[in-house]
């Protein structure tokens, strides 16, 4: 509901001497705006907009004369006329409560008074305006109409109090962390740069997973077992409802392949396309989520090959935010750790297998000077219990996969040899879920995998479900505790279908989606 149209509902429900003059549009003037009245009397009366009838208020100044009619929002039907500006009413709270709150009425903070004035409660009133010949303030009282002429004071006041003359100061004194802007105490970057701005414009700590965020920005909720570091919302999973899926490429059989560059987003329950400029076609980006938004890295350009630019994805849009970091690379892995996203191998422009660590920190990358797995493209990765796990990979295109798990923690990568293992393969399908990581597929060689398997931290556990088949390059995220797996290659065909995984069961979903592809690059965010 506008503003101007809850003022004039509340103006027709107050007896006549608490209403307040409505500041709206004006129509043309009734036949009693010449009539003698008490200051502060109303009204009512029509006014005339595009052709048609409006109900409207006019209210008595201080000389004793009706002003403009004030228009209202609400339609007078031919053969009607304006409503009656009944009284008995109880008068409602500036701030939408009742006379009882703790706010004063509009009408009691606005009672004789004329321009801008705020109440006790921080809102910013429109008390009206004085009749023809008379000067808010005029008559050396404050918001008061008079025949003199006013002088703005603000020296010493509040951000927004009163000048005297029906204006507000525009500058002035605010709360710790909030800055005077135009008359408002707003909190932003300049004013909280050490914490976020809350939902009610104040400055917090920004360190709290309730209330996220550093340099003035818009404080975040963190989801799921995410938690607050360094002002972004880090690790675990969110609970968030929508998932990015970016570019990939289908081979039809024939020799030819296409590359895409589009963008989808999964929301509730439905894929929908996204008509953005983003990125340029590619296929095997890495992905991962910082901050609450997606960050790709990388891939596969086909015809100007290996890249290795930076993009973030907001929900809305693809910004470029680095165009240097690790050297160019296709079929990296990467995962978010803490405040940082982990980047670990991949295959460079030359075709060789890589085996350096980078963290993007949300602003730049940085090498990290560790030893840790082999050379190789394509291992799966992912996050749980504030470490990076990683499993398998190829240590050349094509090549026959590993088996060997890997865990990072920031600072040293150490090899573990759990029990048992899901057996050499790429190109798997990965995401955390709660306690878990979750591994679904890939390929060695010329067997394309269709099992699930969790990691729980300490061992490797295949589950009895069975459901999407046999496949590789698909891609995985977790919205709140159900999995979600799109497309990918069988062996002899891209695919399509869209699953959910609940722990128990893959379940395929119906309805459109995006085209047959493998290799897409996809995150919750």
């Known amino acids: 509901m506008r503003w101007s149209t809850l003022l004039f509902r509340l103006a027709l429900t107050l007896p006549p001497a608490l209403v307040p003059a409505i500041v709206g549009c004006s129509g043309a003037p009734a036949s009693s705006l010449t009539a003698t ?3 502060g009397t109303t009204s009512p009366c029509e006014c005339t907009q595009g052709g048609s009838r409006f109900a409207g208020v006019e209210v008595c100044g201080a000389s004793g004369a009706f002003g403009t009619c004030l ?16 009284g008995g009413a109880s008068a409602p709270s500036a701030d939408g409560g009742d006379a009882s709150s703790s706010c004063p009425s509009m009408a009691t903070a606005c009672a004789g008074r004329c321009g801008q004035l705020k109440d006790s409660c921080g809102s910013v009133l429109e008390c009206g305006s004085c009749a023809a010949g008379d000067v808010c303030g005029g008559g050396g009282t404050a918001n008061v ?65 309730s209330a996220c965020g550093a340099g003035g920005a818009a404080c975040t909720v963190c989801s799921g077992s995410q938690t ?31 590359i895409f560059e589009d963008t989808w987003v999964f929301r509730g329950s439905a894929w929908m396309q996204t008509d953005v400029i983003g990125p340029s076609g590619r296929e095997n980006a890495a992905i991962a989520a910082l901050g609450g938004k997606a960050v790709l890295f990388g891939g596969d350009g086909a015809s100007v090959g290996s890249l290795g630019d930076t993009w973030t994805w907001d929900g809305a849009t693809w910004t470029e935010v680095a165009s240097s970091g690790p050297p160019p690379r296709t079929s990296a892995a990467m995962a978010t750790l803490g405040d940082k996203i982990i980047l670990f191998g991949g295959t460079g422009s030359g075709g060789a297998p890589l085996a350096d660590t980078w963290a993007w920190d949300g ?33 050349a295109m094509l090549g026959v996969a590993v088996t060997d798990t890997w865990t990072f923690d920031g600072t040293a990568w ?3 040899s759990p029990a048992t293992n899901p057996g050499a393969r790429h190109q798997a399908a990965v995401t955390s879920e709660g306690g878990d990581i979750f591994l679904y597929g890939g390929v060695t060689g010329l067997r394309w995998d269709g099992d ?62 995006p085209p047959a592809r493998d290799s897409a690059a996809m995150t919750a965010f």
């Open 228 to 258: 607050c570091t360094a002002g972004a919302c880090a690790g675990g999973m969110s609970t968030g409802g929508s998932f990015v899926l970016f570019g990939g490429s289908y081979a039809p059989g024939d020799g030819t392949q296409q």
């Open 145 to 209: 109409c008079g025949s003199g002429t006013c002088n703005p004071t603000c020296t010493d006041k509040a951000c927004g109090a009163s000048d005297g003359c029906g204006g507000v100061c525009e500058s002035g004194t605010c709360g710790a962390g909030q800055a005077c802007v135009a008359g408002v105490c707003t909190c932003n970057a300049t004013s909280c740069a050490d914490g976020c701005c809350s939902e009610t414009g104040a400055c917090v700590g920004g360190t709290a997973a």
């Open 37 to 39: 009245c008490a200051a």
């Open 71 to 86: 228009c209202g929002d609400t339609p007078i039907d031919a053969g009607q006329t304006a409503p009656t500006v009944d």
């Open 363 to 395: 602003t730049s990358w940085s090498q990290l000077q560790v030893t840790g797995p082999s050379a190789r493209e394509a291992p799966a990765m992912a996050a749980l219990d504030g470490k990076i796990v990683l499993f398998g990979g190829a240590p």
């Open 452 to 513: 699930t398997w969790t990691w729980n931290g300490t061992v490797w556990t295949e589950l009895a479900a069975r459901g999407p088949g046999g496949r590789q390059g698909s891609s995985m995220a977790a919205l709140g505790t159900t999995l979600y797996l799109f497309g990918g290659y069988d062996g002899s065909e891209d695919l399509s279908d869209t699953w959910t995984f609940d722990g128990t069961t893959w379940t395929m979903l119906t309805g459109g989606g």
């Open 414 to 416: 150490t090899q573990l």
